[in-house]
């Protein structure tokens, strides 16, 4: 069991940057991928950026070059640096936890995406 706490949201003009955080806590923690999805007003959710457990982190094109994600495993979080925001960065940000836990019944479950309840982010002049 994983619990997403997000912060960072906000309203910014067209240029200017925001850092979104994502905290992971739970009684047992066993993190694989952490991430970035947005969903813009009328669109489908879709991947930012993803940093796996090991491994080279996952942009969108359309974010290449101007956001920045990393991750702390001693934390257990997941930041988004987000610069130079123009207006299509516009939408609800979620956070992407993909874990493994601990089941008294079951043993280990592997793989279960955990997803925070998002924050708001608006770039507008």
């Known amino acids: 069991q994983v619990q997403l706490v997000e912060s960072g949201g906000g309203l910014v003009r067209p240029g200017g940057s925001l850092r979104l955080s994502c905290a992971a806590s739970g009684s047992r923690l066993s993190i694989n991928a952490m991430g970035w999805y947005r969903q813009a007003p009328g669109k489908e959710r879709e991947l930012v950026a993803t940093?796996?457990?090991?491994?080279?982190?996952t942009y969108a094109d359309s974010v290449k070059g101007r956001f920045t994600i990393s991750r702390d495993d001693v934390m257990h979080t997941v930041d988004l640096q987000m610069n130079s925001l123009i207006p299509e960065d516009t939408g609800v940000y979620y956070c992407n936890v993909n874990a493994n836990y601990f089941s008294a019944y079951a043993d280990w479950v592997y793989g279960v995406d955990y997803w925070g309840d998002g924050t708001l982010v608006t770039v507008s002049a």
């Open positions: 940093v796996p457990s090991r491994g080279t982190t």
